[in-house]
């Protein structure tokens, strides 16, 4: 039979002192614990989170995030905070509204979208052009009369090439 009496230690708790297989180190203090004495409450850990506790209270004027060390009064942080001139209240940033009239629809990244046809930016549900005030620009239109000419001429340019070649193919 085997003896794992070298194997584990003993509960630093003073009134457990439990030989423990698994037990648990504090991150703060550094003793060994039990299963049961493991938490920094259940062994009144003198230290405790202070090392390790991060803690900020959002200013409600500019929303900065002030740190607040253990042990500090929120109020007293937040009055040095507003008193320290850093405290300036925010410009309220303007949301983009949908512009078709009546719709109130936040246009953020995934609920908008550019029209094709006009370029405006709207919500989802007016992204039809029927569904909103679409007005082609006039640049659009000269673009595509455009194209269409250059089309033609390019046409007009293979079928003298091919030409040429069948012609060429003849002399042989």
């Known amino acids: 039979m085997a003896h794992f009496s070298d194997c584990g230690k003993h509960c630093a708790d003073p009134y457990c002192k439990q030989h423990d297989l698994l037990p648990f180190e504090c991150d703060a203090c550094g003793k060994t614990y039990c299963s049961q004495h493991f938490s920094y409450a259940a062994h009144s850990c ?17 929303t900065a995030a002030v740190p607040l060390q253990h042990g500090q009064d929120e109020n007293e942080v937040w009055e040095r905070h507003a008193a320290s001139g850093d405290c300036r209240p925010r410009e ?44 082609s620009p006039p640049q659009a239109s000269c673009r595509a009369a455009e194209a269409r000419a250059n089309r033609r001429a390019n046409q007009g340019f293979l079928a003298r090439a091919e030409q040429q070649l069948k012609n060429l193919s003849f002399v042989k």
């Open 46 to 62: 003198p230290k405790g989170r202070k090392d390790t506790d991060r803690r900020v209270i959002v200013c409600p004027i500019c």
């Open 92 to 135: 309220a940033v303007k949301l983009n509204r949908c512009p078709v009239k009546g719709c109130k629809e936040k246009l953020t990244f995934s609920k908008s979208c550019n029209c094709g046809t006009c370029g405006m930016k709207v919500c989802l549900k007016h992204r039809f052009e029927d569904q909103h005030d679409c007005v």
